[in-house]
């Protein structure tokens, strides 16, 4: 019985710097804002993706994106896609 609470213990705490380490790369996502087409800021979170070489990519989002139409896909191959005076479209 000691030794299954031991256990217990250890894997908690274990499950607990997991979570930890999750917890500070979700908020390393939150970026910030560009300025946009007529000195507009838009809020923007960072992703990113590794390409076949394994290399790791980042690219920025809008917070909202899910509200302009387009997938994180479209913003990953569109780097410039705050300069477009029509982004939201």
Known sequence: MKMLTKS?????ALAGASLTTTGTANAATSF????????AQIGVSEGYYYDRSHRRHFYRY???????????RWYRDHPNWHRDRYWYR
Not at 32 to 39: C, D, E, H, Q, W
Not at 62 to 72: D, K, V
């Open 62 to 72: 809008p917070r909202e994106y899910g509200r302009y139409g387009h997938n994180l």
């Open 32 to 39: 910030g804002f560009v300025v946009g087409p007529n000195g």
């Open 8 to 12: 217990a213990v250890v894997a908690m």
